[in-house]
Each structure stands twice: as C-alpha cells, then as structure tokens.
C-alpha cells in the first residue's frame, strides 16, 4: 500500500515533520517531531507539535508509533509531549546506545541518562520490520551522520533523516562523535539502490534563496543531481569533500539543549527542589 504522507516544516530550525498514514481513521506514525525551543530565554513551547496534534485529531487517526531518525542536534524533539497528548510508541535505531554512552559523559549526566535506550519504548535493529496498522515498515540502518541514523522505510517512501538532503544541498555534515564520511557515502549509495520512483523524503531543508522550502524527491533524482552523491561522485571524493567542508561549519545554535533532551527520548530533566528545570552548558568541551 501507498502510505500517505503530511509534512510540517518548521522555518526556525528548518525541520520537517512527517505524519504517515493509510487515509482518515488509520493508524499512523509520526516521524522527528518537533518541540520549539528558545535559547534566549531558555523556554519551550508547543505550536509546532500541536498542529500535528490538530492534524491527526482532524482524521481521526490513532499514533502507533513517534519515530526519531536519530538524535538531532539542531532542534529538540516533542516526542514526550506527542505521546502524552496521542499516545503511541517512541522508537529509535539500537545505535543510540552508543550516543547516550558519549554525551552523557560530555554533559556529566551520570545515572540520570542510563546508555541502555531508556527511555526510548523501542530500538529498532537494523533491518527490523514492523507494522503501522496496515502499513508495512522497515528501519534501515544508515550510520555516518551519527553511528545512530535510521531512515524508514514505508510501502515506496523512505524518510531519511539527514542522510542526505535536496539534490541542489547534497549531504549531512559528519564530524559529530562518531560519524563517519565513509559510512556516509555507503549509507547514501544504500538508499540509491532502491528502485528509481522511490519517494525520499528529507529531515531538513535549507533552499538557497531562489527557491522555497522543499523536502520530497526521488531515488532518480538524487541519483542524477545530488551536488555531493550522484552517481558520477566516488566515495573517496565524496570524503575528501565532506571532511574539508566539515572543518568549515559552525555548530548547530540548539546542539547544547537538543543532544541533552533527545537522547532522553525528549523528555526534559526533572525539576531540581525550586520546581524549575535545568540543562548544563559545558565549557571548552566540544
């Protein structure tokens, strides 16, 4: 079956959320989610989640599962919040392990974040197969962005998280602990195997100026414009490419607050005595 798909952009950090579904009244998933966050003043709101809350109340559709494609560093997910309002299942790749491991001691979290995927519900193996009521799904492990990274597979669309992004942007940055250029390329050449009509839909989009915001383009596509992994792109060029142009990048504005709450399955640290909550800010760390 053909799954339906809805998308949410957020224009601040440049996130697109996915609703995935078979018609009104079916069962869905919802994939990286969004909880919006501002640094200034170090609170959090909810109206990027509550229109997909809107969304699926509107068709009446029952959320099976809250997918993350992995522990994104440049926003913060509203998976805790989705499931209170929506229920549902949140899921991440068994990799996720290893990056609680790493920035639980880069944030000095201790027994506060076990490296165990609690609190994840479940952790997809890779190549794991699983049902969205009548929709059949598969996570296909792609590490190289983070040693973590999944891209769902469901009926002929693919969500592939910051694998790899519009043709005319190319490819995620791989300098985060653990990630790997080299993996990168294979995990992008894996999905380029898929048969050519295969939608793919992306966990961002960052349009030069002479174009909108867009997320959704096909195996052929990609395989014939993508700035970094066409077919003609060899994996040592790619590397040579990805590690040079990495050295380059600033870090993400909401690294510090997002690697904390999403390796927590989004949930936010609990209230210290005076009621309020706190994130750590590690000095000369990363």
């Known amino acids: 079956m053909k799954p339906l798909v809805e998308a949410f952009f ?10 995935v579904h078979a018609g009104d009244g079916s069962a869905c998933a ?27 109340q509107a068709r009446g559709l029952k959320v099976e599962w809250l ?11 509203a998976a805790q919040y989705l499931k209170a309002r929506l229920g549902g299942r949140i899921a991440i ?41 009548e929709l059949s799904a598969q ?42 250029a080299h993996a990168l390329y294979r995990s992008a050449r894996k999905l380029l195997s898929l048969p050519d009509e295969t939608r793919l839909y992306t966990c961002h989009d960052y349009p030069p100026q002479s174009r909108q915001p867009q997320w959704q383009t096909t195996v052929a596509e ?12 060899s994996e040592d060029t790619f590397v040579a490419m990805r590690m040079a142009r990495d050295q380059t990048l600033d870090m993400p504005a909401l690294i510090l607050p997002a690697v904390q709450i999403n390796i927590r399955a989004g949930s936010l640290p609990e ?9 750590k800010i590690p000095l000369d760390a990363l």
């Open 139 to 180: 996570a296909m492990h792609v590490p190289g962005h983070t040693p973590a990274d999944v891209a769902y597979q469901i009926g002929d669309a693919v969500f592939v998280g910051d694998t790899m992004f519009m043709p005319d942007v190319g490819s995620a940055r791989c300098d985060f602990p653990g990630g790997d």
């Open 222 to 233: 990609q395989r014939k414009s993508n700035i970094h992994l066409h077919d003609d792109s």
């Open 67 to 77: 997918l993350e494609t992995h522990a994104h560093a440049d926003h913060l997910s």
């Open 271 to 279: 209230p210290e005595h005076n009621g309020t909550r706190y994130l």
């Open 30 to 56: 919802v994939i990286d989610s969004v909880l919006d966050y501002d640094p200034k003043s170090g609170r959090t709101s909810t109206q990027s989640a509550d229109k997909v809350v809107a969304f699926v």
């Open 10 to 19: 957020d224009r601040t950090t440049c996130t697109v959320t996915y609703v």
């Open 93 to 133: 790749g068994d990799g996720i392990r290893t990056v609680q491991d790493v920035f639980k001691r880069v944030f000095n979290l201790g027994a506060d974040v076990p490296a165990d995927g609690q609190p994840f519900d479940h952790l997809f193996a890779a190549g794991e197969t699983f049902q969205i009521g």
